[in-house]
């Protein structure tokens, strides 16, 4: 049925502008605001261009309770390391041992992934296969 259709994900923030320079200016992503007024929203445009809406609930907002967004990377301390150096900081789960970085490796192979928050407190990814 919907095999044909465009289709996107969505998430929540509490402050768009904030949204938008952090997405756009810390991430590097194409991030951009559309409409006005209550119907203002950002688009972000990932890589192969894919688009995710993010849209504004103010006060009403609550963190997402999973991972929003996931990056791959070729090179997780590289990532971690240009995050950190752009004032990103490193989440750490209970059940999860990470290292200094606050990367948690597989030791069974190359797999390792970092979370951090975005400023409304959704969670994102960065992670190596």
Same mark, same amino acid.
């Given at each position: 049925? *919907? @095999? #044909?259709?465009?289709? =996107?994900?969505?998430?929540?923030?509490?402050?768009?502008?904030? +949204?938008?320079? *952090?997405? @756009?200016?810390?991430? !590097?992503?194409?991030?951009?605001?559309?409409?006005?007024?209550?119907m203002?929203?950002l688009?972000?445009t990932?890589? !192969?261009g894919?688009?995710?809406?993010?849209?504004?609930?103010?006060?009403?907002? #609550?963190?997402? #309770?999973f991972?929003?967004l996931?990056f791959?990377v070729?090179?997780i301390d590289? +990532?971690?390391?240009?995050?950190?150096d752009? @004032?990103?900081?490193?989440?750490?789960?209970?059940g =999860?041992? #990470?290292?200094a970085?606050?990367?948690v490796?597989?030791?069974? @192979?190359?797999?390792?992934i970092?979370?951090?928050t975005?400023p409304a407190?959704n969670v994102?990814?960065v992670l190596?296969?």
């Open positions: 049925m *919907f @095999g #044909s259709t465009t289709a =996107f994900s969505s998430f929540s923030v509490d402050d768009l502008d904030a +949204a938008r320079a *952090f997405y @756009g200016d810390t991430l !590097g992503l194409q991030a951009e605001l559309e409409g006005s007024g209550e203002r929203m688009f972000l990932l890589a !192969g894919a688009r995710v809406m993010v849209y504004p609930k103010g006060d009403q907002h #609550s963190p997402a #309770s991972t929003v996931n791959q070729d090179d590289a +990532a971690v390391d240009a995050l950190t752009k @004032g990103v900081t490193f989440e750490r789960y209970e =999860f041992e #990470s290292d970085k606050g990367v490796r597989d030791e069974r @192979g190359p797999a390792a970092a979370w951090f975005d407190r994102i990814a190596q296969r």
